[in-house]
């Protein structure tokens, strides 16, 4: 059977597979120029006729660039959809029937203009045989020169998104007719059936409903409603000799030999390590310094639904702890506060870690919740601040900007600091228009995003355009990896390296979500849930699959988080315990959190080197350190930060 390997390539053959169209075309005057195929768009949330009313609006996504009938769209364009009948199944209405029309859409521009599109066709969304979690992700294509380096592959060209549809395979050996549908049993389409020539969803022993992503084949009017077309499933012949894309040529990359899940936990290169099973280490030095004094106080009854970013820590040097927090003060806002208008207010301290004493302070706005500060190779830090980002190291000594043209969507790095991956949000709508669209579809719409790729020094490599529904990448120094998700709750992780090609380093199975993050040194961190008995449990890979360290998880542990140095010697797994079990996704308090334990392992081996538990753990992602020496460990604990010694066996 024929494959497709894009939506563009879906559309095209669409384009000569959709019978009658261009023969319409011809016999209602239109010129040829101005239609070049049908509009491939997909709907934007789960549509069910019990749930609208006639006058409501309905938002469809355009899949791929289309221009017809004096209207430019994009990718990623929105088209409003009105609906013009709604009826429900019952007992009095055996038949549910959903009209919709569509008569405005963004040409070209934020606002939306008249148009005048039918619905020719609907096919169901199915799931790739393997699917990036759902979500699109960059790929590492295009290729840069670093100033004195070698060819790099990085995280550009956003790929299209690739067909999760049915077309593609049902494409290849039928006709798609006007009033066709694919993938949906029980469900019929009349073209230009229902009130101003909307067209008519049937169902006859169930309600209408359409899952999210079902994809709309839209064709205009003046296509639509000419007289062979009127009929649904009128025989008419395909064209002769119409040209079907073909796929690339290139083969397949293999992948390597599959296990069936992360391999084995193998002594003495890697460690089974127990939860809490190792009390915490006796005798243990620890200095404390509080913080109230200097505006620190975390807000414990605040409702979270994940830790939140209110405070960070980094190492400027040894003996040089960063310290950013939000002192919840008062935000002075001007009287037309832009995308960009400061919503917090971080104090930033630098404490001597010996004595605790303050050696400098600063004030940054932040226009948004996200992360604060980065930890950077060379006892140096990356800080959002403002509409910025800056590396500051030594005595907060600020080392390089760039200003960033929009607000910051996602910020990777790679372990070794060599490479930046940074998405900035750039609105598509209008203010308008985006709140109606975040009421109707219950969350904030699509965005467009600009990525920057940037180098340790902020300069920037290369760039390209995506959209806000990209997947943050996961980024080694050796490449990018990516989570693919399989049936029956089963995953993948493949590894795109710098040099190209595809390799796999991991297969496992999961009952939740898979949370997948690299550190320093180079190394991955992966979150599961057992699929015998639903329990969290972590492991700590190489870059190339093989296991560090397997850790398992409580009842009441609800959230871990690893972190390294760039010296490679240890790195730190952080867990939080709650007084009662919390589920995935609940509400929780910052009151809830009982204790915290941190554990720092070797690198080589994932043995345990030491332990520490400290209770009134802070509700914030990190708020944990390992000093470049690897010789401390900082942690938040209530109002104060804790240092600890870390054991003398750690080092090289």
Same mark, same amino acid.
């Given at each position: 059977?024929? !494959?497709?390997?894009?939506?563009?390539?879906?559309?095209?053959?669409?384009?000569?597979?959709?019978?009658?169209?261009?023969?319409?075309?011809?016999?209602?005057?239109?010129?040829?120029?101005?239609?070049?195929?049908?509009?491939?768009?997909?709907?934007?949330?789960?549509?069910?006729?019990?749930?609208?009313?006639?006058? #409501?609006?309905?938002?469809?996504?355009?899949?791929?660039?289309?221009?017809?009938?004096?209207?430019?769209? /994009?990718?990623?364009?929105?088209?409003?959809?009105?609906?013009? &009948?709604?009826?429900?199944?019952?007992?009095?209405?055996?038949?549910?029937?959903?009209?919709?029309?569509?008569?405005?859409?963004?040409?070209?521009?934020? =606002?939306?203009? =008249?148009?005048?599109?039918?619905?020719?066709?609907?096919?169901?969304?199915?799931?790739?045989?393997?699917?990036?979690?759902?979500?699109?992700?960059?790929?590492?294509?295009?290729?840069?020169?670093?100033?004195?380096?070698?060819?790099?592959?990085?995280?550009?060209?956003?790929?299209?998104? *690739?067909?999760?549809? !049915?077309?593609?395979?049902?494409?290849?050996?039928?006709?798609?007719?006007?009033?066709? %549908?694919?993938?949906?049993?029980?469900?019929?389409?009349?073209?230009?059936?229902?009130?101003?020539?909307?067209?008519?969803?049937? &169902? !006859?022993?169930?309600?209408?409903?359409? &899952?999210?992503?079902?994809?709309?084949?839209?064709?205009?009017?003046?296509?639509?409603?000419?007289?062979? #077309?009127?009929?649904?499933?009128?025989?008419?012949p395909a064209e002769e000799g119409a040209a079907v894309p073909k796929t690339s040529d290139a083969a397949p990359v293999a992948d390597l030999p599959p296990p069936t899940e992360f391999e084995p936990c193998q002594p003495p290169n890697c460690t089974e390590d127990l939860a809490v099973a190792i009390k915490q280490d006796a005798g243990v030095r620890a200095k404390s310094f509080e913080l109230r004094s200097l505006g620190y106080s975390p807000r414990l009854q605040r409702e979270l639904e994940v830790f939140d970013d209110d405070a960070s820590l980094a190492w400027l040097s040894s003996q040089e702890l960063l310290l950013a927090f939000n002192p919840h003060r008062?935000?002075?806002?001007?009287?037309?506060?832009?995308?960009?208008?400061?919503?917090?207010?971080?104090?930033?301290? %630098?404490?001597? #870690?010996?004595? @605790?004493?303050?050696?400098?302070?600063?004030?940054?706005?932040?226009?948004?919740?996200?992360?604060?500060?980065?930890?950077?190779?060379?006892?140096?830090?990356?800080?959002? %601040?403002?509409?910025?980002?800056?590396?500051?190291?030594?005595?907060?000594?600020?080392?390089? /900007?760039?200003?960033?043209?929009?607000?910051?969507?996602?910020?990777?790095?790679?372990?070794?600091?060599?490479?930046?991956?940074?998405?900035?949000?750039?609105?598509?709508?209008?203010?308008?228009?985006?709140?109606?669209?975040?009421d109707s579809l219950g969350h904030d719409p699509e965005e467009d995003v600009s990525i920057l790729i940037l180098d340790k020094d902020l300069k920037t490599l290369t760039q390209a355009a995506s959209t806000s529904e990209m997947m943050p990448p996961t980024l080694l120094n050796e490449g990018q990896v990516r989570l693919l998700a399989k049936p029956n709750q089963?995953?993948?992780?493949?590894?795109?390296?710098?040099?190209? @090609?595809?390799?796999?380093?991991?297969?496992?199975?999961?009952?939740?979500?898979?949370?997948?993050?690299?550190? !320093?040194?180079?190394?991955?961190?992966?979150?599961?849930?057992?699929?015998?008995?639903?329990?969290? =449990?972590?492991?700590?890979?190489?870059?190339?699959?093989?296991?560090?360290?397997?850790?398992?998880?409580?009842?009441?542990?609800?959230?871990?988080?690893?972190?390294?140095?760039?010296? @490679?010697? *240890?790195?730190?797994?952080?867990?939080?315990?709650?007084?009662?079990?919390?589920?995935?996704?609940?509400?929780?308090?910052?009151?809830?959190?009982?204790?915290?334990?941190?554990?720092?392992?070797?690198?080589?081996?994932?043995?345990? %080197?030491?332990?520490?538990?400290?209770?009134?753990?802070?509700?914030?992602?990190?708020?944990?350190?390992?000093?470049?020496?690897?010789? *401390?460990?900082?942690?938040?604990?209530?109002?104060?930060?804790?240092?600890?010694?870390? #054991?003398?066996?750690?080092?090289?």
């Open positions: 059977m024929k !494959a497709f390997r894009s939506m563009a390539e879906i559309v095209l053959a669409a384009v000569a597979v959709l019978v009658g169209l261009s023969e319409c075309a011809a016999a209602s005057g239109t010129p040829t120029e101005t239609y070049r195929g049908p509009l491939v768009a997909e709907l934007m949330a789960y549509l069910q006729v019990r749930h609208v009313q006639p006058g #409501a609006s309905v938002y469809v996504r355009v899949v791929t660039d289309w221009n017809g009938s004096g209207c430019t769209l /994009r990718h990623g364009s929105v088209i409003e959809a009105k609906v013009k &009948e709604a009826v429900a199944h019952s007992k009095t209405n055996a038949e549910s029937d959903l009209a919709l029309a569509f008569p405005k859409a963004q040409c070209g521009g934020k =606002e939306l203009s =008249e148009v005048n599109l039918v619905l020719a066709a609907v096919v169901a969304s199915v799931d790739e045989k393997d699917n990036p979690s759902s979500l699109p992700e960059p790929a590492l294509r295009d290729s840069f020169m670093p100033a004195g380096g070698s060819p790099v592959d990085t995280i550009i060209n956003m790929r299209a998104r *690739q067909s999760t549809s !049915a077309v593609a395979a049902w494409t290849a050996h039928h006709d798609l007719k006007l009033g066709d %549908v694919v993938g949906i049993n029980g469900l019929t389409l009349h073209v230009g059936a229902g009130p101003e020539r909307s067209t008519v969803l049937s &169902e !006859a022993k169930h309600d209408v409903a359409l &899952e999210r992503n079902t994809e709309f084949l839209l064709v205009p009017a003046s296509v639509a409603f000419v007289p062979r #077309a009127m009929a649904p499933h009128a025989e008419q008062l935000i002075s806002r001007s009287d037309h506060p832009g995308e960009s208008a400061p919503v917090r207010m971080i104090k930033a301290v %630098v404490l001597d #870690a010996a004595t @605790g004493k303050v050696e400098k302070t600063a004030y940054w706005d932040l226009s948004d919740f996200g992360p604060i500060l980065w930890q950077l190779s060379g006892n140096r830090a990356l800080v959002h %601040v403002g509409d910025e980002l800056r590396i500051y190291s030594a005595g907060l000594t600020l080392e390089s /900007r760039i200003p960033l043209p929009g607000r910051l969507a996602f910020l990777r790095i790679s372990p070794n600091g060599e490479m930046m991956t940074v998405a900035i949000l750039k609105e598509r709508h209008t203010v308008e228009l985006h709140n109606q669209m975040r089963k995953y993948r992780l493949a590894m795109l390296p710098w040099s190209g @090609g595809q390799q796999t380093i991991a297969r496992f199975s999961s009952t939740c979500v898979p949370h997948v993050s690299s550190f !320093a040194p180079d190394l991955l961190f992966v979150r599961t849930c057992n699929k015998a008995n639903g329990a969290a =449990e972590f492991q700590i890979l190489r870059a190339d699959g093989s296991l560090v360290l397997r850790g398992h998880s409580d009842s009441g542990d609800i959230g871990q988080e690893a972190a390294g140095t760039g010296r @490679g010697a *240890q790195f730190a797994v952080k867990v939080v315990h709650a007084s009662t079990a919390i589920l995935n996704g609940s509400i929780f308090h910052g009151s809830d959190l009982d204790w915290e334990e941190v554990r720092v392992y070797l690198v080589k081996d994932g043995k345990r %080197v030491s332990t520490w538990r400290v209770n009134s753990p802070s509700p914030t992602s990190g708020g944990y350190a390992l000093s470049p020496d690897e010789a *401390q460990l900082a942690v938040f604990s209530g109002t104060s930060i804790r240092l600890f010694t870390v #054991a003398a066996q750690g080092a090289k």
